[in-house]
């Protein structure tokens, strides 16, 4: 492997889990029905009854950031009266929500899918008016929370330009050929690879082709593509040591340039994406130079400010590069896949742990009877990222992927 034999898998930054919402609970009551009039056999209005429709364009953090009480209650039916007889209806309520969710109960019990624009689900049924045969007494609409879950296609999506190795990486972490999925919200048919690991916990790993510089601008599969990255929990940013070039037409650009420039892409289409956990895999360290340009392309990323006139100033992303490791592979000969796998199943491992303390705090607040909390804004950029590189290794001391060193020996 000649002077090749280190493995740097420490955190060069660290991202605050769970900005990305991929889950949201919600309280939904139908209204009450009105009162019938006994005296003149008159019948209460229906209470109006809670939809959840779904709306292209929509995520699920901004249903969570317009409604931070996450309480929808829909109206009353009117009583009857010697002017009118029946009652009004109440007024129905509609909830917004993104394509591709599925509502469930509390309990996990399917109320509905929503795979295509205008489609909907009622979650919340009104209350019958009063009438004769109820003894002109209304009932009371139903009232239940509800969760809407964004369907994710896998754990981890892939993220590179082409040639970065990210079909090869797929078939080395997964052993077999991976499947290619057909979801029924998407045009865009991304090949699935499963991790298996010792306990027999498997990890999905979405290669998710087309990426290309302007995919903001829906250039190649553009915005198909980048849709589908909503819907895994990480982010696995796949590169080439030695640099891309999409074609003789089009500028070289080196490592830590294509770093860049994914995430612009990423930034442009939805800066909510860049609060997923992401991990930095830097392919082809096989090639002769790789490990030259390894040293190069960390530096860059730890002293990102330094750099950033390599690449015009409307292609650098403003919220700087943020991993929670850089590991370099060599998807061609095996190096480092390992420590890899091991980083993959850590970083879930930890994402899931922070998501069951937040529902848990959640939950005794609520019982509490406190309204739920509303995440701290986050710091300025630029202080965040400041902070995260100068404290990011003490405060969080390297991350053990098979070392407990920042430098780990193959
Ligand atoms: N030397 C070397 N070559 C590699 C490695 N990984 C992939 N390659 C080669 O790089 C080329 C591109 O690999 P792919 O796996 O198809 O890359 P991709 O990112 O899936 O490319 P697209 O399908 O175009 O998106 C192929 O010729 C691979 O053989 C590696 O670790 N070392």
Request: aromatic share 6%; proline share 6%; hydrophobic share 35%.
């Amino acid at each position: 492997m000649g002077r090749y034999n280190m493995v740097w898998t420490s955190r060069i930054c660290f991202r605050k889990y769970g900005n990305f919402v991929d889950n949201l609970r919600l309280y939904v009551r139908g209204g009450s029905g009105g009162m019938g009039l006994p005296r003149l056999g008159g019948q209460g209005g229906k209470g109006g009854s809670i939809w959840v429709t779904a709306k292209d364009g929509l995520t699920l953090k901004k249903i969570k950031d317009k409604y931070p009480h996450r309480r929808f209650v829909a109206g009353t039916g009117a009583n009857s009266s010697v002017r009118t007889l029946k009652g009004e209806n109440g007024e129905d309520v509609e909830i917004l929500a993104p394509v591709g969710i599925v509502v469930t109960t509390d309990e996990g019990a399917v109320i509905g899918e929503l795979n295509a624009e205008g489609e909907k689900v009622l979650v919340a049924k009104g209350g019958i008016g009063g009438a004769h045969y109820s003894g002109f007494l209304p009932s009371k609409g139903k009232a239940r929370q509800i969760r809407l879950d964004l369907k994710l296609i896998a754990d981890v999506g892939l993220v590179g330009f082409p040639n970065a190795g990210k079909s090869s990486l797929l078939s080395t972490l997964s052993h077999a050929k991976p499947q290619i999925a057909n979801y029924p919200f998407t045009t865009l048919r991304p090949e699935i690879g499963k991790i298996m690991y010792d306990d027999y916990r498997q990890v999905s790993v979405a290669d998710l082709p087309g990426l290309i510089e302007g995919a903001h601008m829906n250039k190649g599969m553009g915005h198909k593509f980048l849709k589908h990255v909503e819907r895994t929990k990480q982010l696995m940013f796949v590169v080439d040591i030695c640099g891309f070039q999409l074609s003789s037409k089009t500028p070289f650009r080196s490592a830590f340039e294509t770093v860049q420039l994914l995430t612009k892409e990423l930034e442009l289409y939805k800066e909510e994406l860049l609060s997923k956990p992401a991990l930095l895999v830097v392919n082809k360290m096989d090639l002769p130079e790789a490990e030259m340009l390894l040293q190069e392309l960390l530096d860059q990323l730890q002293n990102q400010d330094d750099y950033k006139s390599l690449l015009p100033e409307d292609l650098v992303p403003k919220s700087g590069l943020g991993f929670r490791h850089v590991v370099p592979i060599s998807a061609a000969t095996g190096l480092g896949v390992e420590e890899l796998k091991a980083c993959i199943r850590g970083s879930l491992d930890e994402q899931a742990a922070a998501q069951t303390e937040e529902e848990r705090t959640r939950r005794v607040q609520e019982l509490r009877g406190a309204r739920p909390p509303d995440r701290p804004p986050p710091p300025p950029e630029a202080a965040r990222v400041n902070l995260l590189f100068s404290d990011a290794n003490a405060r969080h001391p390297a991350h053990n992927c098979g070392s407990n060193a920042k430098l780990a020996h193959m």
